[in-house]
């Protein structure tokens, strides 16, 4: 089994920053992937941006240039930095661990972004 626990979470004004946190444990070895994605108040949960066990990474249109992931291995944790965030970057982002037969979620962070 594998567990991932999300952090960095909070309330931050537009045009500020925040990095979140993926720690992953258990059977790690069973992850290929790893990924963020985020779900509004009334919005189905969409991908912000994921990266494989090469280092490819991808991202959501809305967040390219502003958004970057980052993986350390050794630490075996995933970073999301989140730079000049705005409100409709406001969400619950959830960590989410890839494998050949299965996925795995975190349990998600809040991150508000108001004035």
């Known amino acids: 089994q594998v567990q991932l626990v999300e952090s960095g979470g909070g309330l931050v004004q537009p045009g500020g920053s925040l990095r979140l946190s993926c720690a992953a444990s258990?059977?790690?070895?069973?992850?290929?992937?790893m990924g963020w994605y985020r779900q509004a108040p009334g919005k189905e949960r969409e991908l912000v941006a994921d990266?494989?066990?090469?280092?490819?990474?991808n991202y959501k249109d809305s967040v390219k240039g502003r958004f970057t992931i980052s993986r350390d291995s050794a630490k075996n944790t995933v970073y999301l930095q989140m730079n000049n965030l705005k409100p409709e970057d406001t969400a619950v982002y959830y960590c989410?661990?890839?494998?050949?037969?299965?996925?795995?979620w975190g349990q998600g962070t809040q991150v508000t972004v108001s004035s």
């Open positions: 989410k661990g890839v494998g050949p037969f299965s996925s795995y």
């Open positions: 258990g059977s790690i070895f069973r992850i290929n992937a």
């Open positions: 990266i494989t066990s090469g280092g490819s990474t």
